[in-house]
């Protein structure tokens, strides 16, 4: 499949850089992975504690591209360190189990899979872009949910989370 995209047009020439930055960051590091490699130090420097709110040399010097955005968790990373960011880890998964837990207690067949399906698309865009900043994943773009700066990332979040409170709500109705 990795044969036939990269020798086909079924890719366009960014999505081939990224593939190759995923691949060997190093090979273009003032191209495509410099983002890539900005990210590793930043994250990297931040140790247990981090080096303080609004802190980050990194971050605040400007060197980390998107940061607000696509590599928001790098900020997390190097400002709250290791600590500071197993607890944004542990709020998304807190968030998806949630989500599950509603679904699976949901007397409607609709309301379980509606809330399946949203913690489905939480926990995937929760371990793409925090995968990405940690360079296990390629760059795609996907925001960090509840946490990316963004209008319709964080609309389409909250709207989510109103339709799994209506389910939870319909579930309460009919128990009592």
Same mark, same amino acid.
Not at 119 to 129: H, K, P, R
């Given at each position: 499949?990795? @044969?036939?995209?990269?020798?086909?047009?079924?890719?366009?020439?960014?999505?081939?850089?990224?593939?190759?930055? /995923?691949?060997?960051?190093?090979?273009?590091?003032?191209?495509? &992975?410099?983002?890539?490699?900005?990210?590793?130090?930043?994250?990297?420097?931040?140790?247990?504690?981090?080096? &303080?709110?609004?802190?980050?040399?990194?971050?605040?010097?400007? /060197?980390?591209?998107?940061?607000?955005?696509?590599?928001?968790?790098?900020?997390?990373?190097?400002?709250?360190?290791?600590?500071?960011?197993?607890?944004?880890?542990?709020?998304?998964?807190? @968030? @998806? @189990?949630?989500?599950?837990?509603?679904?699976?207690?949901?007397?409607?067949? /609709?309301?379980?899979?509606?809330?399946?399906?949203?913690?489905?698309?939480?926990?995937?865009? $929760?371990?793409?872009?925090?995968?990405?900043?940690?360079?296990?994943?390629?760059?795609?773009?996907?925001?960090?949910?509840?946490?990316?700066?963004?209008? $319709?990332?964080? /609309? $389409?979040?909250?709207?989510?989370?109103?339709?799994?409170?209506?389910?939870?709500?319909?579930?309460?109705?009919?128990?009592?």
């Amino acid at each position: 499949v990795a @044969v036939l995209a990269f020798t086909t047009p079924l890719l366009a020439q960014y999505q081939r850089d990224r593939l190759l930055a /995923f691949w060997r960051p190093e090979a273009d590091p003032s191209g495509i &992975g410099y983002q890539v490699a900005q990210v590793k130090l930043a994250i990297g420097s931040g140790g247990w504690f981090g080096q &303080g709110l609004f802190e980050g040399r990194s971050t605040q010097g400007g /060197f980390i591209p998107f940061q607000y955005t696509d590599f928001v968790f790098s900020v997390a990373g190097e400002e709250l360190g290791f600590v500071g960011a197993l607890g944004i880890v542990a709020l998304e998964m807190f @968030v @998806v @189990v949630r989500t599950l837990v509603i679904g699976i207690r949901s007397r409607d067949a /609709f309301g379980r899979i509606l809330c399946g399906a949203i913690a489905g698309w939480f926990l995937f865009q $929760s371990v793409e872009n925090i995968g990405m900043n940690l360079g296990l994943m390629p760059v795609t773009g996907v925001p960090l949910p509840f946490v990316s700066y963004g209008g $319709s990332s964080m /609309f $389409s979040c909250w709207i989510a989370v109103g339709l799994v409170g209506n389910v939870h709500a319909a579930s309460r109705r009919r128990i009592s």
